[in-house]
């Protein structure tokens, strides 16, 4: 994501790392103008040590900078954020900012036009914000409550039935196409382009696509053909990880962990390891068993630059994907 101004990077921040953050110190690692991943720490007065894939995926932009910002209501300077996340200095620092009381100024504007002693307002709706509701966004208070809107929820006797007949439905349906044709590649193409098609036409999203997504996310060849789609139509991520939070919530427990585990996917190709996380706790919680999960968490969790998952997804073909070559 691209963006221009400090106050569109503080309406994007929440919606890409899925909460509002408080009382947390950011890094954004940026090339330029885009946003390249992001990392949130709680904010204590002691030095932060970047995740290595921040570090790695800033030493391989062509412009390399960063933005600090702080969420917290305790005063702090310029050179007290600075110092707090020391190895951000080796970049460009296009700025630091400081968000408290709903409220936020730069620390590195001396301009009281610009940047006023009590702060900007944030509570203001700009177009950035119209931008993610528009595409179903809503980041949550806190993570905790991410957590718990990946937790199943109650569905009364009538939206069962649709669901889980409409789950029989396709998957029977799907078995018939499979036997019809001797490769199977051209067949997982088409449920697979039928889903992507929901989101790029603005589909109304229901049971049957609920159902679709279902089928394709419990596939490994139309799941990782999926993912591969993902990759080459960025600009329907926002939208399909929006679906994707939603769809865990509401499916069966049987399809929760390939749900999260897509969601994780797409969360991560955006450098959102918070949302990612998240969801993959929430995969590991239903199958701990389930191997793309448990890969992407090793990966995760020892710091693999989210550019090392794109990286992975590019070197095999969609073709390929649905062949079972990823």
């Known amino acids: 994501m691209n963006v221009s101004s400090p106050r569109q990077l503080l309406s994007a921040l929440p919606h890409l790392i899925g909460f509002h953050p408080s009382n947390s110190i950011v890094t954004v690692a940026m090339d330029d103008d885009e946003i390249l991943t992001i990392a949130r720490v709680d904010s204590k007065n002691e030095p932060i040590q970047l995740p290595t894939s921040v570090l790695a995926t800033l030493r391989q932009a062509a412009r390399p900078a960063t933005v600090l910002v702080a969420y917290r209501d305790e005063d702090i300077t310029l050179e007290q954020l600075t110092e707090l996340v020391p190895q951000a200095q080796e970049f460009q620092q296009l700025d630091a900012l400081w968000v408290r009381h709903s409220r936020w100024s730069s620390l590195m504007c001396d301009d009281l036009d610009c940047c006023p002693a009590e702060g900007n307002a944030l509570n203001e709706i700009t177009a950035t914000d119209l931008e993610f509701v528009v595409a179903g966004s809503a980041p949550f208070a806190s993570r905790e409550d991410l957590a718990g809107y990946l937790e199943s929820r109650r569905l009364d006797a009538k939206q069962l039935s649709l669901r889980d007949t409409a789950c029989e439905e396709i998957e029977q349906e799907f078995e018939k196409e499979r036997l019809k044709h001797e490769s199977k590649v051209p067949v ?10 929901v989101w790029s036409d603005e589909a109304k999203w229901d ?89 992407l ?30």
């Open 188 to 197: 997982r193409s088409d449920y697979v382009n039928r889903l992507m098609r």
């Open 297 to 326: 968490e090793r990966a995760i969790g020892h710091n693999v630059p989210p550019s090392v998952w794109t990286e992975s997804l590019e070197a095999v073909s969609y073709e390929e994907c649905l062949a079972g070559a990823a």
């Open 207 to 295: 049971w049957q696509a609920h159902a679709l997504l279902v089928l394709v996310v419990s596939d490994i060849q139309m799941r990782d053909g999926f993912l591969r789609q993902m990759l080459d139509q960025p600009s329907l991520r926002l939208v399909i990880r929006t679906t994707l939070m939603s769809a865990v919530s509401q499916s069966h427990s049987d399809h929760v962990a390939p749900l999260a585990t897509a969601l994780a996917g797409c969360a991560w190709l955006d450098g959102n390891g918070a949302l990612a996380t998240v969801a993959l706790d929430r995969a590991l919680e239903v199958d701990s068993s389930y191997s793309l999960a448990r890969l």
